[in-house]
């Protein structure tokens, strides 16, 4: 099949999959949109909401219409390393014998990621860099097509561990999800108070999400849209000559390399489920604020003044 033809049938696929999720799932389009772009990017993402938002539903239905295994792990203070990766155990032989930890599946929900301590959230990263796990001293390898989702409250911050930098950037995406609309809410409470449930059905296979995964990466850029991408995270550095007042004012530290390449990533895979076969500057647009959101630290006068991040990557474009 000619790549032209697999963008045509990813199209495709990717409208049927959104009308599954939306059996399920009302509203929220612009989270999805951002969830799936980064699964089909191969990247992670972060879902950052108060409680009810629907957060662990979102992702256990997309995992469900992708057709993958899916595993949630709800972050503790007392969680061990050893409880999501798995552990050695003497079995009746006297034999050590590997019991697989919950990390072991394709789509992983981390649920309030930053309830655990340091020494668990870095066992999570390196499954997320390396797509592989070492315990003592042997390497196992995750199935693929391998994600991380996970979550985070932005309220009840006593007794948490906020993830450090070097860890929020292992994620392609930050995702903010809102309340509901007045009449989306309506049709929640109407949907999920009667006896009816929905079944959502699979529609991927994990050979294809790769296949569609490699298809992305092949799309080509123009080399004026990779050098947007690069000078627009440039433009985040408070350091940089390129710089412009706003984020020389406002901003404490900006976005690395890592942020570029998602934005080029992103682009593509925006251009590749839109129909399009190259990705322009406006895909790049598109998929900047869930990018470099939490890639960009606020100073206190950002904060005494009330200026959000949105606010400030928007005034970059």
């Known amino acids: 099949m000619s790549d032209v033809a697999a ?13 599954e999720i939306k059996k399920v799932i009302v509203g929220q389009d612009d989270v999805v949109e951002q969830v799936l772009l980064s699964i089909f990017s191969g990247g992670h993402a972060l879902l950052i909401g108060v409680p009810g938002l629907a957060k662990t539903l979102l992702v256990n239905t997309v995992a469900e219409a ?12 007392d969680l061990m390393p050893s409880d999501i990766l798995g552990s050695e155990i003497l079995d009746e032989n006297r034999h050590f014998k590997f019991i697989k930890g919950p990390i072991f599946a394709n789509i992983i929900l981390a649920d309030e990621i930053n309830r655990t301590p340091p020494k668990t959230q870095a066992a999570l990263l390196e499954a997320m860099q390396e797509r592989a796990v070492t315990i003592a001293g042997n390497h196992y390898k ?33 995702v903010n999800l809102d309340y509901p609309s007045f009449s989306e809410e309506v049709e ?39 050098e947007y991408a690069v000078t627009l995270v440039g433009k985040t550095r408070p350091k940089s000559q390129a710089a412009p007042e706003m984020v020389k004012n406002y901003i404490d530290w900006g976005a690395g390399p890592r942020a570029s390449q998602n934005l080029i990533l992103g682009a593509k895979a925006h251009a590749a489920l839109h129909g399009k076969f190259s990705p322009d500057i406006a895909d790049v647009q598109k998929v900047a604020i869930g990018i470099l959101r939490h890639r960009l630290i606020k100073n206190y006068k950002a904060e005494a003044e009330g200026l959000t991040i949105e606010e400030i990557i928007q005034s970059l474009y």
């Open 142 to 174: 995750l199935d693929l097509p391998y994600f991380v989702l996970a979550t985070q409250n932005p309220i009840e911050q006593e007794g948490t561990y906020p993830l450090p930098e070097a860890q929020l950037d292992r994620f392609m995406f930050a």
């Open 66 to 77: 992708l057709g993958l295994k899916f595993k949630r792990i709800q972050f503790t203070p």
């Open 7 to 19: 963008v045509e049938q990813l199209v495709e696929k990717y409208n049927a999959l959104r009308q």
């Open 188 to 226: 929640v409470v109407k949907t999920t108070t009667s006896g009816e449930t929905a079944t959502v059905n699979p529609l991927f296979s994990s050979e294809e999400i790769i296949r569609f995964q490699q298809l992305i990466r092949r799309i080509p850029v123009a080399d004026n849209v990779v």
